[in-house]
């Protein structure tokens, strides 16, 4: 990307960031409300990342079993990648449910959400693919 267009990028990225503040500034709600609408979206925010990352949790270990029954027809080099895989997705499923304890608890944030579902889910990915050959 050359220089220009990545001036241009960041010149419509604070545009935009500003004028997200300003319509929340300039809102007919009161700033209580608007308080209370930005919590209850990120709560609710939340609360879905929460739902999706159980759901992928389940799918995982669905899927490690079905890896782990295919590892025992596999041979030579195909059992390593197997094995390799599984242990991949078993340690994507710790993390997923030490998060998923963590938020019961209260004490994760959105970040922490968003990178543990994107690894569920890109182990999960993976090990398909395994057991699809």
Excluded at 11 to 23: F, S
Excluded at 90 to 106: F, M, V, Y
Excluded at 118 to 127: F, W
Aim: aromatic share 4%; glycine share 6%.
């Amino acid at each position: 990307m050359s220089k220009k267009n990545t001036n241009f990028a960041l010149g419509a990225i604070m545009a935009a960031g500003i004028g997200y503040i300003v319509g929340i500034l300039t809102a007919p709600k009161s700033g209580k409300e608007t308080r209370g609408d930005i919590h209850h979206n990120a709560s609710k925010a939340k609360t879905e990342g929460e739902k999706q990352l159980k759901s992928l949790y389940s799918d995982l270990q669905d899927t490690i079993d079905k890896a782990n029954q295919q590892t025992s027809k596999a041979k030579g080099k195909a059992t390593k990648e197997y094995k390799d895989a599984v242990a991949k997705a078993d340690a994507a499923r710790a993390k997923a449910k030490l998060l998923l304890s963590a938020l019961h608890d209260g004490d994760a944030d959105d970040p922490n959400l968003k990178a543990v579902i994107k690894e569920v889910s890109s182990a999960k990915t993976n090990l398909v693919k395994f057991i699809k050959k």
